[in-house]
């Protein structure tokens, strides 16, 4: 239950950062409290763990490893505004999920909250044995005394891409892939990044909906069928007495400074502090709109974890030139780790307790 949270805060107005001392009393479990509604603020006991107690985080999420030296994004703790997040327990979490399975299914994004959770269970338990195994699109990593196994399903678009004779195929009303997520007792997916890419890294030729082949359509009204195939997947084979379902929400990106008021930043190189409001200036990207219409027809329960907002005032999260590309490379997409999707992850927690 979410109770009301006492709090006292000091604003550094040197650096407009909201740092948190807090005194107050209450937790939330999800249920009463929005824990997508709140700000950021600094917390000295963050984050989680180190990144480099985790030797399996890609290179494309390690930051400080890549050489990024300006850690104070580390440092910051997602504030609910009439509640607290319960700390994230890692023994507790792997209790609770002892010989049952965890599947992220989705895009590039799924994986670096993949990475983050397995980061977070195995810093905090790092005598606990584990195993990492990948087959076809399906990675696990096994918490061997716990019987937990936490998966990721590459799958980017949840629909299905088929090669025939013309080629590549995505196929709008199509989901054979779901034979993957059968029997899963928890369920996180996530679509969005893919939709709108063209040229050499579209992984596909042609689309097909309603059994009519064509070459293109509207990205946004292609993203929002795929969605209703899904939903029409979870609503005929989720048991909701045996598999949670999640929805990981819209992952934002920063590209454009003007959305947070800042017209000469041209992507979110050089960020390092967080928005300190409750929303964001540019407001958020229509595809979330579309996401909670779809999921509004559903009949089985799925949870969004809304994490849209949160990460919209997250434009210092970024690996920006400390990721895969290194500095010919800006990544404002996806989050360094230790980072952001910590913060999802402690709540997708917070959503189970």
Request: charged residues 20%; proline residues 5%.
């Amino acid at each position: 239950m979410g109770l009301w949270v006492h709090s006292c805060f000091l604003i550094s107005s040197s650096f407009f950062l909201v740092l948190a001392l807090f005194c107050y009393h209450g937790n939330a479990s999800g249920n009463g409290c929005d824990l997508f509604t709140g700000r950021w603020v600094l917390d000295p006991s963050y984050p989680l763990y180190s990144a480099s107690a985790c030797h399996f985080i890609e290179r494309e999420f390690a930051c400080e490893k890549n050489g990024r030296q300006d850690l104070i994004y580390t440092k910051y703790r997602w504030q609910p505004l009439d509640c607290t997040l319960t700390r994230f327990d890692a023994k507790s979490f792997l209790e609770r999920f002892r010989g049952k399975s965890i599947m992220f299914v989705g895009d590039s994004l799924s994986r670096n909250q993949w990475q983050s959770l397995t980061c977070m269970l195995h810093s905090a338990l790092p005598n606990a044995k584990f195993n990492i195994t990948r087959v076809g699109d399906v990675s696990t990593f096994e918490f061997l005394d716990y019987g937990v196994k936490v998966m990721l399903d590459r799958s980017v678009y949840l629909v299905d891409v088929e090669m025939e004779k013309i080629g590549r195929v995505l196929k709008l009303d199509s989901i054979k892939g779901g034979k993957l997520w059968k029997g899963i007792d928890m369920l996180i997916f996530n679509t969005w990044h893919w939709w709108n890419r063209r040229g050499p890294t579209q992984p596909w030729d042609f689309i097909e909906v309603g059994g009519v082949i064509k070459k293109d359509m509207d990205r946004m009204l292609a993203f929002e069928r795929a969605l209703k195939t899904w939903a029409g997947w979870v609503d005929a084979n989720i048991d909701p007495a045996k598999s949670k379902v999640f929805f990981q929400g819209i992952s934002p990106s920063h590209y454009n400074g003007s959305s947070w008021n800042e017209p000469k930043a041209k992507n979110c190189l050089g960020q390092k502090q967080p928005l300190v409001e409750t929303r964001y200036p540019g407001g958020l990207p229509p595809a979330l709109d579309v996401l909670k219409k779809v999921l509004s027809t559903m009949e089985k329960p799925v949870k969004l974890l809304d994490i849209t907002m949160l990460s919209l005032l997250r434009k210092d999260g970024h690996p920006s030139m400390y990721g895969l590309g290194g500095p010919t490379g800006m990544d404002c997409s996806h989050w360094c780790l230790a980072g952001v999707p910590d913060t999802w992850n402690e709540i997708l927690y917070n959503l189970i307790l």
